[in-house]
């Protein structure tokens, strides 16, 4: 079974700052992961993905995280963020073996203050 | 192109009513995904179909929970006999078939049971 952790519930940034989402995950196989976003009252949007390869994947909007099979993890960073970044971010992953669907871990709701 | 849509946006029940909600995915995507995502929460798979069929389906309360996809194009997730705990937002996604692919998802069906 897969899991995906994420402990920080909120994080609290002026805009400007950089910020750092941490994603854990537990999984014995090869999966995806990927980080999506969800600004209040939204359905959720695509940011980025990594299945293999270099390691640090870029997304849009200054977004970019960075595998480490090390530490199963998948963090998310951004090096300015925007008051518009103010959402909530879902880190996810689906093995890659029987097309399964997507499992998201518990969110990080980020608030950027001006 | 035009995206995932769901209908209706927001639902209150009370308790022991029923509700369906619609989803009309992305024009050739061939999966289709419903989540159920409680507030302050992160989307939890109830169902999804490659085309007509159910893929998987084990997390679909199957007393009060049924959802179809007809003809491999359109959905519908019905609940029947609403308990208060079924309140939450039920997000509609869909894709491409194959593991990792990226989900679109709606806005999603806000549902309020009293």
């Known amino acids: 079974t897969q899991t995906v952790s994420q402990s920080d519930a909120h994080v609290t940034v002026f805009e400007g700052d950089s910020v750092e989402l941490r994603c854990n995950y537990s999984y014995g196989g090869s999966i995806y992961l990927s980080w999506y976003i969800q600004h209040h009252g939204r359905g959720l949007q695509f940011l980025l993905k990594?299945?293999?390869?270099?390691?640090v994947v870029q997304g849009v909007n200054g977004f970019e995280a960075e595998f480490s099979k090390s530490d199963s993890s998948f963090h998310l960073r951004k090096a300015s963020v925007h008051w518009s970044d103010s959402a909530v971010y879902f880190c996810a992953v689906s093995p890659y073996q029987g097309g399964r669907a997507l499992i998201f871990g518990t969110g990080t709701t980020v608030s950027v203050s001006p | 192109e035009a995206g995932v849509t769901q209908s209706p946006r927001y639902a209150v029940l009370q308790e022991g009513q029923a509700v369906s909600f619609w989803c009309d995915p992305i024009?050739?995507?061939?999966?289709l995904y419903w989540y159920q995502q409680p507030r302050d929460q992160g989307p939890q798979l109830l169902v999804y179909f490659r085309d007509e069929a159910v893929i998987d389906n084990s997390q679909l309360p199957s007393d009060r929970f049924s959802a179809v996809r007809p003809k491999g194009t359109n959905s519908t997730l019905k609940i029947q006999s609403a308990k208060q705990g079924d309140t939450a937002t039920y997000l509609c996604?869909?894709?491409?078939?194959?593991?990792?692919?990226?989900?679109?998802f709606g806005e999603g069906s806000r549902l309020i049971v009293v």
């Open positions: 024009s050739g995507h061939d999966t």
């Open positions: 990594y299945y293999s390869g270099n390691p």
């Open positions: 996604a869909s894709s491409l078939q194959g593991a990792g692919n990226t989900l679109y």
